[in-house]
T-cell receptor
Framework: GIQVEQSPPDLILQEGANSTLRCNFS?????LQWFHQNPWGQLINLFY???GTKQNGRLSATTVATERYSLLYISSSQTTDSGVYFC?????????????FGQGTELSVKP | SAVISQKPSRDICQRGTSLTIQCQVD?????MFWYRQQPGQSLTLIAT?????????ESGFVIDKFPISRPNLTFSTLTVSNMSPEDSSIYLC????????????FGPGTRLTVL
């Protein structure tokens, strides 16, 4: 089945710093989502981005489907950005709506 | 996006008992999904629940252990049966967007601890 790899696994930033999180996947997909899991366990949708570039405030994401990777950019990080960031992919045509998750990047932003 | 609620939000259970988790959506959806997140791990799909048909289970998950009901287009339950400490996890339900995309949205999760 499709493999999803995220890097780095852990990241510690000083408040105000910028960061880039990467997601590599092993096959073509028609669903790619970025999530932020807060300390209470809730998954927050950040981006639905099977291809192209999107921006939402301090966050932006780019997916290059032909090269099978996606990047999540966090600028001017804040302590509230701390948590785990997951990339998840889906292949609707042969997997139904199943999402396959990467192992996540645990981000800690220090004041 | 759909508003999804889960009950209970957390529970502590004894070994050998069963717990039923409810997932309620504020709009009709075709597909609902149940995921498990073991401590410190990523999310893994347990099964897909379509209304009016048997749930489809992923490899490693069986109906006797995780029976699922889907009585209508806004509601589903997942039961964790004959629990052991290894079942301590966060259980999350999700639904697909009702629009033209395949985006999924997740409920707040049920944090289960088995003693």
């Amino acid at each position: 089945g499709i493999q999803v790899e995220q890097s780095p696994p852990d990241l510690i930033l000083q408040e105000g710093a910028n960061s880039t999180l990467r997601c590599n996947f092993s096959d073509s997909v028609n669903n790619l989502q970025w999530f932020h899991q807060n300390p209470w366990g809730q998954l927050i949708n950040l981006f639905y981005i099977p291809s192209g570039t999107k921006q939402n405030g301090r966050l932006s994401a780019t997916t290059v489907a032909t090269e099978r990777y996606s990047l999540l950019y966090i600028s001017s990080s804040q302590t509230t950005d701390s948590g785990v960031y997951f990339c998840a992919v889906g292949q609707i045509y042969n997997q139904g709506g199943k999402l396959i998750f990467g192992q996540g990047t645990e981000l800690s932003v220090k004041p | 996006s759909a508003v999804i609620s889960q009950k209970p939000s957390r529970d502590i259970c004894q070994r050998g008992t069963s717990l039923t988790i409810q997932c309620q959506v504020d709009s009709q959806v075709t597909m609902m999904f149940w995921y498990r997140q073991q401590p410190g791990q990523s999310l893994t799909l347990i099964a897909t629940a379509n209304q009016g048909s048997e749930a489809t289970y992923e490899s490693g998950f069986v109906i006797d252990k995780f029976p699922i009901s889907r009585p209508n287009l806004t509601f589903s339950t997942l039961t964790v049966s004959n629990m052991s400490p290894e079942d301590s996890s966060i259980y999350l339900c999700s639904v697909e967007s009702s629009g033209s995309s395949w985006e999924q949205f997740f409920g707040p999760g049920t944090r289960l601890t088995v003693l």
